[in-house]
T-cell receptor, first 113, second 111 residues
Framework: GAVVSQHPSWVICKSGTSVKIECRSL??????MFWYRQFPKQSLMLMAT?????????EQGVEKDKFLINHASLTLSTLTVTSAHPEDSSFYIC?????????FGPGTRLLVL | GQQVMQIPQYQHVQEGEDFTTYCNSS?????IQWYKQRPGGHPVFLIQ?????EVKKQKRLTFQFGEAKKNSSLHITATQTTDVGTYFC???????????FGTGTRLKVLA
């Protein structure tokens, strides 16, 4: 099946700093990628839909100025958590769609101190 | 908004017992996927169901898609300790075309 990579796999940062997470589709082109956030023992919550060459579509309650998404190519989407705070600590997972199937990246664990 | 609920939320079974998780959507899904997430891991794709009433089997796992395409089930026969994890259903809402995850069912298998 298709492979999606995410980098970094985990990051610890100080409050107030910005963190960039990369999501790559390795063996297919993805015009649409998705960013999810998962808190412990909870389901995946869709944050935004990233469309190549256009602005991302954010879900209700997700601040677009805080979670900057860029989808500059058909194989790369980035999520930047700006001015991170401890409450942003979470597991961030991206996915890319090939036809009707979603392929997930391994996730990025973010801990903001 | 659209909701996809799964029941039960948690299930502890003795190894060898059967297990079923049910997925119910408030709206019609164009198709449905099932994922397994091990503790500390990411969701791993298990299967996709597309047709109304479809039933698919993968070894000890049986997946079913409801006739109205609003519910689905995953049944595991004779559970093993390797089945431990959280099982999520997810699907594309046929109206908004958003991909929505179910609330998940956490399975614990006792040896």
């Amino acid at each position: 099946g298709a492979v999606v990579s995410q980098h970094p796999s985990w990051v610890i940062c100080k409050s107030g700093t910005s963190v960039k997470i990369e999501c790559r589709s390795l063996d297919f082109q993805a015009t649409t990628m998705f960013w999810y956030r998962q808190f412990p023992k909870q389901s995946l919550m869709l944050m935004a839909t990233s469309n190549e060459g256009s602005k991302a579509t954010y879900e209700q309650g997700v601040e677009k100025d805080k979670f900057l998404i860029n989808h500059a190519s058909l194989t790369l989407s980035t999520l930047t958590v700006t001015s991170a705070h401890p409450e942003d600590s979470s597991f961030y997972i991206c996915s890319a769609r090939e036809w009707e199937t979603q392929y997930f990246g391994p996730g990025t664990r973010l801990l903001v101190l | 908004g659209q909701q996809v609920m799964q029941i039960p939320q948690y299930q502890h079974v003795q190894e060898g017992e059967d297990f079923t998780t049910y997925c119910n959507s408030s709206t019609t899904l164009s198709n449905i996927q099932w994922y397994k997430q091990r503790p500390g891991g990411h969701p791993v794709f298990l299967i996709q169901l597309v047709k109304s009433g479809e039933v698919k089997k993968q070894k000890r796992l049986t997946f079913q898609f409801g006739e109205a395409k609003k519910n689905s089930s995953l049944h595991i026969t004779a559970t093993q300790t390797t089945d431990v994890g959280t099982y999520f259903c997810a699907g594309w809402d046929s109206g908004t075309y958003k991909y929505i995850f179910g609330t998940g069912t956490r399975l614990k298998v006792l040896a």
